[in-house]
């Protein structure tokens, strides 16, 4: 039978306080460990991430000390589920092999979202955005080759390609063509709302992320490359984060994200492959159906509802990373040439689109070109792993310019 959280009785929230010896958990080995183990790491550390940050939030805007008291206890839990969860990465690994292991996390956490999403124009919104992470996935890959002198196949196997995707020049639009539709709280599917939070989520700690490592690189090229992806991130954040509807109740999006874990933790234990890692997503999960228990009263008392009305009966498939490489490539044929205006999307440059990128390269060419330009100097071409064929994409790394 589907597993339906609502239906589970997790750990009582008195019993989850852990000893920080067990939060101070082995790291895995970034040598030997499946791709996919790591790119489930960053998931949940951005997961659990959003979830404090939600929760400190709505705390902010209650007036009631009680539950303000609730949710204290419940986001410290959250908060050792972080510190667990990411401190399964290694200090082994630089910064630039996280955000490679970042950048792949997110093109294939966002491949399949927009695989499985029901609603046509969600689907239209990652598959949008999974270009852009596939470009910068390439441009990083370069860097890394340029600076620390190895393949990025080190960290991504041979189960992601690196190639280009929508060159990263062409990714910095007005901000008003970032804001996209929001989905109706009243008709959307349930697996959409997962969707929507989940991508967002993972794009959240990505610019993070961004923002915090560009100043620990000391090569001029690294500092330049970090600062106008970042910059690009903070608009995929503001793209993802527009597709939720924001007349949701601040009890009915708390209710989504316990949900939402609950559904997460279910998936990454049903598909991990090392065993010490899955039994600590079995047990987050049992923390986690407490939490949502938790939720689900709040909802009930104030919003007067059933937790049935919004979330689905049972939980859909797991979430899976997967190779995405054919999918990736049919995108990159038919997609790559696209750019936003308002909140659709467009095949031609236009004004907004144009004068954007005056101000901010004003003529000089963009550090994400210059990167490749650095590493073809360097290293007598530009990294690429495609496992399938070589794939073509136009002139200097990237899809036929407009």
Known sequence: MAFDPLQERGIPLDDQLRHWNELNVTPIDPDHTDPYTRCRIITMNAIETEAILFSHQLARHCPDTEIRQQLARVRYIEAQQQKAVNWLLSGLSSVLETTIAYEQAAVDLTAWAARLEPDDYLKQAYQFGLLEHLDHLYRYANLYEMIEHRAAEKIVGRVTEVMPGRPTYLQHRDP????REPYDRGKTEPLSRLHALTVMAVEQQIMNFSMNAGPMCLEPAARRLYQE????EEGHLTHYESLADGGESWWERLLNHEYNECYLYYSCMETESDPRVKGIWELHLNMELEHLRLAAELFRRFDGRDPDQVLAQACPPPMTFEPNKAY???????????TTLGTGYVLEEH???RRMRQALADGERP???RVIEGNRAVSGRDYRLETEAPYSTGVSGGPPRH
């Open 176 to 179: 008003v063509d970032n804001v």
């Open 229 to 232: 992806i970042g910059l690009v």
């Open 328 to 338: 990736l490539r049919d995108l990159l044929a038919t997609q790559a040439d696209r």
């Open 351 to 353: 004004e907004r689109f």
């Open 367 to 369: 550090p994400s070109e």
